[in-house]
């Protein structure tokens, strides 16, 4: 008979060996990004890729200088390994979530420690802006690349590759919600095979899934290799309890199967979900947010730096535009419109006028007639493809968001922010259930997660549960993935009209 210990040793090594080619493509794309950041920067500081960037002093009267390139191979060696060490591409990591971004961000941040470290002891006079521009440039094209290959995965896995084929073992309201939440989940790495539930209504409560479901788990490990699946996923409830849990788990021990708990907690408290292990007990921790930290300044200091400089590089496109709507029927370029902001203060938000003057006036009746033609999928928020009241040029830049970039002369006054919720209408904020009020805790923003989600396709209940997710969970690495993310959909726009 195998020992425990080969049995876990095979779970985890065909866990592993799933992930293995991603982790390889993974591993060449951050090689290139590195390479190519690296070359960069020594053409941008010494106009070439030959120069001396170091000399070392530290050896008596020998001195030893390295030149640009050696001292690239030196450092890109040198990160590749603390991305290793950190864990960046590790399977649990790779693919998915946030976590890979920020470690990456971590990695850029251990590497400058290691070079000032070894400039302090070796005394080395390095070139300090070829440093600079080395690291930014570089952890910019390793977080782009990573982004690119998840973009791959994603089409991978709509073909059937690189997924876990799992069993979900909890009762039928928890385990319907979290196959809404995979379904939902575009990077999703599993596959559900089979459902298993503890009462017979449950398994009839879940049948619009179409999915085998069983009323009794038996033997997990026998049903798994049966089924020939990868994983069985437990959702913490009355009827799982620890003790049951823990049986499961013992099972599960001479086996080449994973086990995977999924807490009875709500979805948005994910990433502020901590294991602390006490006496023994396996304890989760909910982070409370935080909506006034360092962190916010550091947001604040960003959203207007980086508002100055979109509004210098785009100046030409407000040009065009604002002479396109002149042109087209000499009413005011500009449109403002009251919108509720952080902490239910109204200010007036400006966007380019993509609708005939006075259009406003009519948006009541033309929402009520869409609303009794049922064609509305959003019916708190009225966004009409086909609407009358939009101009030739309106449609235009409403397609591609060109309308919104006024906005960020909203971020520089500090009414709005580059990435948050949507801001709403007073009328919308005066229907609001209780919960929906802690949109207001942070700033709206110019885009923020419904623009990269579906924008107008998204239901009412779909956009606010994506608002109030990012409330709760919102980070500096989450709002660079979406500035990265809002690129795309301006380019390959969906859902705007």
Same mark, same amino acid.
């Given at each position: ?253 001479? *086996?080449?199967? @994973? /086990?995977?708990?999924?807490?009875? %907690? #709500? ?8 294991? =602390? !292990? ?122 591609? *968001?060109?309308? @919104? /970039?006024?906005?960020?002369?909203? %971020? #520089? ?8 919720? =949507? !801001? ?74």
């Amino acid at each position: 008979m195998r020992s425990r210990t080969g049995w876990c040793n095979m779970a985890n090594a065909a866990a592993a060996k799933l992930m293995r080619p991603y982790q390889y493509l993974v591993f060449w794309v951050d090689v290139v990004g590195l390479a190519v950041g690296f070359t960069l920067a020594a053409l941008i500081q010494f106009g070439d890729y030959f120069n001396d960037a170091v000399e070392i002093k530290s050896l008596g009267k020998l001195r030893l200088a390295l030149g640009t390139t050696q001292l690239a191979v030196l450092i890109i060696v040198v990160w590749l390994i603390v991305l290793v060490l950190i864990g960046s591409r590790n399977r649990r990591v790779v693919g998915t979530g946030t976590d890979e971004y920020r470690k990456i961000g971590n990695s850029a941040l251990i590497v400058v420690g290691v070079l000032a470290g070894l400039a302090l002891f070796f005394k080395l006079d390095v070139s300090r802006l070829f440093v600079i521009y080395a690291v930014v440039l570089s952890t910019l094209l390793l977080v782009i690349g990573r982004r690119l290959c998840r973009v791959w995965l994603v089409r991978a896995r709509r073909r059937g590759r690189f997924l876990t084929r799992v069993a979900i073992v909890g009762p039928a309201n928890l385990t319907s919600e979290i196959l809404d939440t995979f379904a939902r989940d575009k990077e999703c790495p599993f596959r559900v095979g089979l459902l298993i539930v503890h009462k017979a209504s449950d398994a009839r409560a879940l049948e619009h899934f179409e999915l085998p479901t069983l009323v009794e788990l038996g033997d997990p490990a026998t049903l798994m290799n049966e089924r020939n699946l990868d994983a069985l996923i437990m959702v913490s409830s009355d009827a799982t309890s620890a003790s049951y849990i823990r049986r499961v788990g013992w099972n599960l021990e001479d *086996s080449p199967f @994973e /086990l995977i708990v999924a807490p009875g %907690v #709500l979805e948005s408290m994910g990433p502020r979900i901590h294991a =602390r !292990p006490v006496a023994g007990l396996p304890l989760i921790e909910v982070e409370s947010p935080s909506f006034s930290d360092w962190r916010f300044v550091v947001k604040q200091t960003f959203d207007f730096i980086g508002a100055v400089i979109l509004i210098v590089v785009l100046s030409p496109v407000f040009l065009v535009t604002g002479a396109a709507i002149k042109a087209g029927d000499r009413d005011p370029v500009f449109f403002t419109q009251d919108r509720i902001g952080r902490n239910g203060r109204v200010f007036k938000m400006l966007k380019f006028r993509s609708m005939r003057a006075g259009a406003h006036s009519d948006h009541a009746a033309l929402k009520a007639h869409k609303l009794k033609s049922g064609v509305l999928v959003n019916t708190n928020m009225f966004k009409d493809p086909n609407d009358p009241r939009v101009t030739r040029v309106g449609r235009f830049i409403r397609r591609y *968001s060109i309308d @919104e /970039l006024p906005q960020l002369f909203n %971020v #520089l006054k500090g009414d709005m922010s580059l990435v948050g919720p =949507r !801001p709403p209408l007073p009328s919308e904020v005066a229907d609001y259930e209780d919960h929906m009020h802690r949109r207001l805790l942070v700033k709206p923003g110019v885009t923020g997660v419904w623009q990269v989600s579906g924008r107008a396709t998204l239901t009412w209940e779909e956009t606010v549960r994506l608002d109030l997710d990012y409330v709760e969970n919102w980070s500096l690495v989450n709002d660079s993935i979406i500035l990265l993310k809002t690129v795309r959909e301006v380019v390959f726009p969906s859902g705007a009209f």
